[in-house]
Structure formats: C-alpha cells, structure tokens
T-cell receptor
C-alpha cells in the first residue's frame, strides 16, 4: 500500500523564522511529488517535483526531492502570518494517476 | 493549470437524504477525480470519474453510496446518497492536466449532515 508521511504534524513559529517541512514516501510507480497549501477548503498547488536534486523556487518557498532516500522538503524563509496553513504533500503514481496524500503539517506563524 | 468550479460550495443536509455536487472545468481534461476530507484528516480518493463509462472506486467506497457521472470531458457530478453524520466532510474534485504530472483542485463543497 502506498504511504506518505509528513513531519512535523504541527509547528508554531514567529514571523521571520525559516521553516522546513518534511515528506517521506513509500510508493510503487512513482511519477511525481506535489506540495499543496490548504487554507480553507481547496488545496492550492505549490510545486511539482519529478527529478532528484533540482530545487524548485517560488518567492520565499522552495522544495527539493531526493528519489534515492524517498523524501522531499519544503522550505519557507522569512515566514509571514499569511503562510499559516496546512501544507500537504502528495505522491502521484501509476497510469491511474492516483494521488496519495500525507496527513499534512499545520503551520502557524505568529507575530 | 485549469479553472475548476464546484456547486454548491456548502450545504447542510438531513440524514437519509442525498446531495449531488457538480464540478465544471474550463477546458477538456482526460482525468477527473473526487476526494473526501473528513474533519481533521487529510484527503482520501473516492473514485476516478471516467468519461463515458463507470467510475473506478477506491477500496472502501461503493457506487451505491457515491454514484458518479461524467457525461463529457469538462463536467462531473458526485452524489452522496442516504447521508449520515459520518458523511460530513469537504468533497473536492480535481483534474489531471493531460501530459502533466500535476493535479489541480476545485474550491470544494463543505457538507454537514445533521
């Protein structure tokens, strides 16, 4: 059975801090790993990673994948209160294009 | 990416009734999916909505409880039948962009069953 594990489950930081969120996986037929940000209902797409060692960046957010060790990290630098959300990691597998989600990391950024 | 809309955005329903949720995409997509997110939980795939044929359900989900239609490449519906309070969840549709490895989500439907 495909499995995605995120850590930590929750995190409280002060504005301006840098955070690292972790995602490890055990799946068959890996296609890509995706990061989403969920604030209310809909997860919004952040990054899609398919190759090891290539960093994806978008503003203060960046992510990298290690396909040998089967994990990914999401970094957020200079955090802001607007970064408060649940961050979801998911792995896309197989020709059926199934997404398996981790439990998410709940990030709270305080003033 | 794709622009995805869902209706209704939220509803409160009595137990024993059924609710149909609609998902509309602004472009033709090969694959559409329905997910459920129970309170405090992550997303779980209910089924893949197949155009012109029966949906493919994941373990633990059955057609009688969650009938799905997909009449064309831009539209799908999910019905939650004979609802009980345990069906209170956020229901989300998503699409896979052809040739890509990423899925995008609709805005979700928050369902409360009393």
């Amino acid at each position: 059975e495909d499995k995605v594990v995120q850590s930590p489950l929750s995190l409280v930081v002060h504005e301006g801090d840098t955070v690292t969120l972790n995602c490890s996986y055990e799946v068959t037929n890996f296609r890509s790993l995706l990061w989403y940000k969920q604030e209310k209902k809909a997860p919004t797409f952040l990054f899609m990673l398919t190759s090891s060692g290539i960093e994806k960046k978008s503003g203060r957010l960046s992510s990298i994948l290690d396909k040998k060790e089967l994990f990914s990290i999401l970094n957020i630098t200079a955090t802001q209160t607007g970064d408060s959300a649940v961050y979801l990691c998911a792995v896309l597998t197989g020709t059926a294009s199934k997404l398996t989600f981790g439990t998410g990391t709940r990030l709270q950024v305080t003033l | 990416s794709a622009v995805i809309s869902q209706k209704p955005s939220r509803d409160i329903c009595q137990r024993g009734t059924s609710l149909t949720i609609q998902c509309q995409v602004d472009s033709q997509v090969t694959m559409m999916f329905w997910y459920r997110q129970q309170p405090g939980q992550s997303l779980t795939l209910i089924a893949t909505a197949n155009q012109g044929s029966e949906a493919t359900y994941e373990s633990g989900f059955v057609i009688d409880k969650f009938p799905i239609s997909r009449p064309n490449l831009t539209f799908s519906t999910l019905t939650v039948s004979n609802m009980s309070p345990e069906d209170s969840s956020i229901y989300l549709c998503s699409v896979l962009i052809s040739g890509a490895n990423e899925q995008y989500f609709g805005p979700g439907t928050r369902l409360t069953v009393t």
